[in-house]
Nanobody, 124 residues
Framework: QVQLVESGGGWVQAGGSLRLSCVVS????????MGWFRQAPGMEREFVAA????????NYADSVKGRFTISRDNARNTVYLQMNSLKPEETAVYYC?????????????????WGQGTQVTVSS
């Protein structure tokens, strides 16, 4: 059974940084295209970033380009999201997700597995 467990969320002041981690178990992470999404209170879940199985291809939402970096360490079955220059409006629950069948995925509906999420709170 595939499981995704996020960690690294917390509270940070505006302009600060956090690094989120997502550990994959039940199957080697290199089997999956991985993505990060977020959901703010009262809002729909939105795409943040995605990375291909070998880490060569990445894709970012326009709102985070230049500030966030997605990466992976398949030897550790872990995917990371480095978030810099955080803004209060980026307060949300951040989820990692895994897709079996595609090279790079930005659409929520295509992802097969999801973690439980980790809360990120950015204060002004």
């Amino acid at each position: 059974q595939v499981q995704l467990v996020e960690s690294g969320g917390g509270w940070v002041q505006a302009g600060g940084s956090l690094r989120l981690s997502c550990v994959v178990s039940g199957r080697t992470s290199s089997s999956f295209t991985m993505g990060w999404f977020r959901q703010a209170p009262g809002m729909e879940r939105e795409f943040v970033a995605a990375i291909s199985r070998n880490g060569v291809i990445t894709n970012y939402a326009d709102s985070v380009k230049g500030r966030f970096t997605i990466s992976r360490d398949n030897a550790r079955n872990t995917v990371y999201l480095q978030m810099n220059s955080l803004k209060p409006e980026e307060t949300a629950v951040y989820y990692c997700a895994a897709d079996v069948g595609r090279v790079i995925v930005t659409t929520e509906a295509y992802y097969d597995y999801w973690g439980q999420g980790t809360q990120v709170t950015v204060s002004s």
